[in-house]
């Protein structure tokens, strides 16, 4: 009897030993290890994760697939970058709660996750929707995860994952396609959403834009009309203060589907659905669908028709740039209008219907607004050069406008939209064409009397509101007249570059002098307000590394600052053409790193005024005749008493890549987030590489993030050889000022050093601490072109879709 009830006792034993084993097939606790030839499986047996050798290779991967698949499909590997040879290898949660990811041969750590938190019960679980988390197992929030596979995808998305930005942290979750079959090393193929202006999905290739979906319209991508209501799949597209993201999800659980970035061919994006029947992967659609979709095939102004021989003309109303060009079917050079803009009355909007809207990295959104006050708007703007419905939904709502030439626009069979684009009257048929014209004659001549009447009641008015605006602005004031002249009519010639607030030009007074015209656009956001603070804080500042401003220009709604004209235009005119780069070399970058930091501390403390900037940047870098640094655009500037160090603002402005963590999330604005901005622009000039747009073939980080990982792994000196050699006293002075720039761009403001500090680090050879993990380092720009300033009003919605605000201000 007793050895029955042992034997009782012991078989009940196995069974609850061999239950939890079964129930904790989806989990590993902190002291457990997954070795080579064991799998976690969810908990409903849709996918399984552990170590596979893809395709031929016998490298070995930790990575994730669906379990009842015959045809092996991975859709996330770990240890792209790092391969395991043999079967050494062992995922493990740490010490300090995190994955690590073990060659037990060598005791390397092969990959690692990374949580700002720590778990005193960690567990890592494989869910049925194929995203393996770490967690609190305490934690009551089933949602509540420490780090989560899906905020770092390989090349696939599944449903429920996110693909776009946590604004936040600055994560970019983004598909980097599999180098090749055999190979899931990251490719130079990636598939992100853009932030700049209008956010939209886009396709690169290293670089180089190669496709993109068009803006979100409401309902879907405006250049994917196959995105429609259906029984099978939503999407969501989500754009507010803190993220921006697509999404999509099954609506019947039964169908497995997955979104696959592939190079292994011609560059695409495809969507695959499991076919049960025939045990195979079939193709529900791919981007790009045709030649259409090469992004800018048929340059600006150009528009794609699939089904015309060739697929480039130019829009009605234009003309082929260059004719020889244009036969030789090279459409690059795109096409011109066939009357030129004269800005003003005179101009007017033709209706192109079913395309695919313009490439949106210059674009303006308003969600408060019908189409009429869009179009108004776009009319007052000389450098607005169409506008659309921002959603289509319902018959249409909310405005965005486009500045600058239209690019990537094709024709749609179906699902297409509605642009106006800003033509010469003559040039539009119909009601806003010639018959228009006379109409305007006709009444014009009409109420010629009563214009007579009032006009003297107007120029009064227009005197008095022009008296209000100079008030204050201690500053010799330019007539129009005087402007024109100079610049010949703001001659395209004379044109230096176009900011966020406008284009600048060149132009020389009558008595020989040159100087700088920057004219504020209406659009650009930037109001009396700033126009004011600008003129008052630049007259009351005199420094050699600050721009000089001479006078400014106020007429009706033209806006103009006439600044010292500086022949050798802005620093990321050298820095970042590898041409042009090599005109500096270290003497010249480090006396313009010196300079800076001459000029920030005049602005910080040695001014009558504590002024922070807000906006520092390469391109508000201007460079004298001697590539002497001046800094300019103090439009955003912010002066403070001299008790105060730190502000705080509901209107964030400035422009990614350079905003310090705590300003751009939280609003609020110090002389250490001058310092940050200061920081990053050093990195810049240090190596001749943007930090928004950074790439890196074997991970995702920007500019600070590369520079950091290699300071960590004591190799900084690579991100400079290329552009110094070998020389060892030199290469002492680069690596000391890439320690100068990592200190300033930390995470935390109290632990950046201020701008005295700076100096007196970049001008000794004493010791300096250990800079700390910095902000903003994960992810990076899918462009790199441009500067996107953080002020513009971004608000996309549909059915299943947040409605939600970006208000970058």
Excluded at 536 to 561: D, P, Y
């Amino acid at each position: 009897m007793n050895l029955f009830l042992c034997f009782m006792f012991l078989s009940t034993n196995v069974l609850l030993f061999l239950s939890q084993i079964s129930a904790a097939a989806d989990t590993i606790s902190k002291y457990e290890s997954l070795t080579d030839g064991k799998t976690l499986v969810s908990s409903e047996g849709s996918f399984e994760l552990g170590f596979f050798s893809p395709g031929d290779s016998g490298n070995r991967y930790l990575g994730i697939w669906y379990k009842n698949i015959p045809v092996k499909t991975v859709v996330w590997v770990a240890n792209r970058e790092r391969p395991i040879n043999g079967s050494s290898g062992a995922l493990k949660i740490n010490g300090t709660g995190g994955l690590v990811l073990l060659n037990q041969s060598d005791g390397g750590v092969v990959w690692s996750s990374r949580s700002s938190k720590e778990a005193r019960n960690p567990i890592a679980k494989l869910l049925d929707s194929g995203n393996f988390v770490l967690k609190d197992e305490k934690d009551s929030d089933p949602e509540s995860y420490l780090w989560q596979s899906f905020d770092y995808p390989s090349d696939t998305l599944l449903p429920g994952m996110k693909l776009g930005w946590d604004l936040k942290t600055g994560l970019n979750r983004r598909l980097v396609a599999w180098k090749t079959a055999d190979d899931p090393s990251p490719g130079d193929l990636c598939f992100e959403i853009e932030l700049d202006g209008y956010p939209e999905s886009v396709m690169l290739k290293g670089s180089t834009k190669y496709f993109r979906g068009g803006p979100w319209n409401g309902l879907r991508y405006s250049g994917a009309p196959e995105l429609r209501l259906n029984p099978v799949f939503s999407y969501k597209f989500v754009s507010n203060r803190e993220e921006v993201f697509y999404t999509y999800e099954l609506k019947n659980k039964s169908v497995i589907s997955r979104v696959v970035l592939n190079q292994t061919d011609f560059p695409r994006r495809q969507r695959f659905v499991w076919i049960e029947a025939i045990k195979t992967w079939k193709l529900y659609g791919s981007v790009p669908r045709d030649y259409c979709d090469r992004y800018g095939l048929c340059g600006a102004y150009g528009i794609c028709i699939i089904n015309e021989s060739p697929v480039c003309m130019c829009l009605k109303g234009f003309r082929p740039n260059s004719e020889e060009q244009w036969n030789l079917m090279d459409w690059s050079s795109g096409c011109v209008r066939n009357t030129p803009l004269n800005c003003g009355n005179e101009d007017g909007f033709a209706k192109f219907e079913g395309l695919k809207l313009p490439d949106t990295t210059h674009t303006w959104v308003n969600t408060s607004m019908n189409l009429k006050e869009c179009k108004a708007k776009c009319l007052v703007s000389c450098s607005c050069m169409a506008y659309a419905n921002s959603d289509i939904r319902g018959g249409g709502s909310g405005c965005a406008m486009w500045f600058g030439d239209l690019i990537d626009i094709r024709q749609l069979s179906d699902g297409g939209q509605v642009l106006y684009i800003r033509m010469a009257a003559s040039d539009i048929g119909g009601e806003n064409g010639p018959q228009r014209h006379i109409a305007v004659v006709i009444v014009a001549a009409v109420v010629l009397i009563s214009v007579l009447l009032i006009a003297s009641y107007f120029i009064c008015k227009c005197r008095t509101n022009m008296k209000e605006q100079e008030e204050g602005l201690d500053l010799p004031s330019f007539s129009m007249a005087t402007i024109i002249d100079a610049t010949d009519n703001f001659s395209d010639k004379n044109k230096l570059g176009e900011g966020g607030f406008g284009p600048v030009y060149k132009g020389t007074l009558q008595d020989g002098q040159e100087i700088a015209v920057k004219r504020l656009s209406v659009d650009s956001g930037q109001g009396l307000n700033e126009f004011k603070n600008e003129v008052i804080l630049i007259s009351k500042l005199q420094h050699r590394n600050l721009v000089k401003l001479l006078g400014f220009c106020i007429v009706r709604a033209e806006r103009m600052l006439i600044y010292e004209y500086m022949s050798n235009k802005s620093l990321d005119f050298f820095i970042f053409d590898e041409t042009r780069g090599k005109l500096l070399d270290w003497y010249k970058r480090f006396n313009i790193i010196c300079g800076i930091a001459r000029g920030l501390l005049y602005l910080h403390q040695d001014s009558r005024l504590r002024i922070i900037h807000r906006d520092l940047k390469a391109s508000n870098i201007l460079l004298d005749n001697e590539m002497n640094p001046k800094i300019s655009d103090f439009g955003l500037a912010r002066s403070f008493g001299s008790d105060h160090t730190v502000g705080n603002t509901k209107k964030v402005v400035g422009t990614y890549g350079y905003m310090a963590p705590e300003y751009a999330v939280d609003g609020l604005f110090s002389i250490k987030s001058d310092v940050f901005s200061f920081g990053v622009l050093l990195l810049e000039v240090v190596t001749g590489k943007k930090n928004r747009g950074f790439y890196h073939p074997s991970h995702s980080h920007n500019l600070i993030g590369h520079a950091w990982r290699l300071w960590r792994e004591g190799r900084p000196i690579e991100l400079t050889n290329e552009l110094y050699g070998d020389n060892s006293c030199l290469l002492s002075e680069v690596l000391r000022c890439i320690h100068v720039g990592l200190l300033c761009v930390q995470q935390h403001p109290e632990d950046r050093p201020n701008m005295s500090t700076v100096g007196l680090m970049l001008a000794s050879e004493s010791s300096m601490p250990q800079p700390k993990e910095p902000g903003f380092f994960i992810g990076r720009s899918p462009i790199g072109e441009g500067d996107a300033s953080s002020s513009k009003n971004r608000s996309f919605s549909t059915n299943e879709i947040s409605i939600t605000t970006l208000e970058g201000r």
